[in-house]
């Protein structure tokens, strides 16, 4: 089977510079491998992000990219024309000024956060963060929009329309909420001991009204004992639930398998046939070479629940049309327009 035809793997890893290194090349070429997950390090400048792009589509036509570029504190590429984007807490503050234009921000700033990555070659951003602002999380703080989950949501679906508008998916993190644990799930494991109903009708309450809106979802590394023992991407419960009683027919993305907070789970291989058998379409597995050889020697893809329907989920999250280049997106009146209104919010 050619490269080309090849269906997409059930993990996701990274690379380890800005340019492709031999055993980067093998990874990608992997048959399990399905997506490449890019960081901070592996930008220099916008055309050696994009050469970067152009060589791992080359090296795996077909194949995911994806990056964490929420806006605000997390935002892997802030130089070389790349838009600042406002932290979400900024437009759940004006909200509470003017709900409408709230709305009209979010989606221009989805609008322009997916726009210019798809210039350079990236295919999804994971965002939008649906937690719950509760004030007592430092890994979540500002990048969640509001402690309102009907806040949260319709600022969610304006960001996500506007993500559409420029072609790309989306993918709401992290199921069911990691507002309210306070601890940091990539160095400890935390617990939020809430009640299911209590959860249900508030943190989890976004994934349910979004619906359809929702391409991809990912589950926190968060235990909640009150309805099982194991973190929510490790559970079947969890999953079973975001599937059968949301309706929910996205990808579901594990978080990264390198992070304490799956440590539970045990080894990496371990983790990812627990997330696979829970549920989870694609597993993640980042900042660990030696981790991302050891997966892909060890997993055993037969576990997943249906891996032809989870290859067909993960494809579809890969655009079909044609972006603009970066000049053409800077002579684009709607990119410029949105662009203005970002600026006037940060």
Known sequence: MTQEHMPLGPVMLDVVGTTLSDDDLRRIRHPLTGGVILFARNYKDRAQVTALCEAIHAARPGLLIAVDHEGGRVQRFRSDGFTRLPAMRSLGELWEQDVLQACKQATATGYVLAAELRACGIDLSFTPVLDLDYGQSGVIGDRAFHRDPRIVTLLAKSLNHGLREAGMANCGKHFPGHGFAAADSHVAIPVDDRELAAILADDAAPYDWLGMSLSAVMPAHVIYPKFDRHPAGFSKKWL????????????????????EGASVAGTVVQGAHAALRAGCDMVLICNSPDKADQLLEGLDPSVAIDAHRSAARIAGLVPTAKPHSWDELQADPVYKAARKLIKSLT
């Open 240 to 259: 079973s639930l975001l599937r059968k009683q949301f309706g929910f027919e996205g990808v579901i993305f594990s978080d990264d398998l390198s992070m």
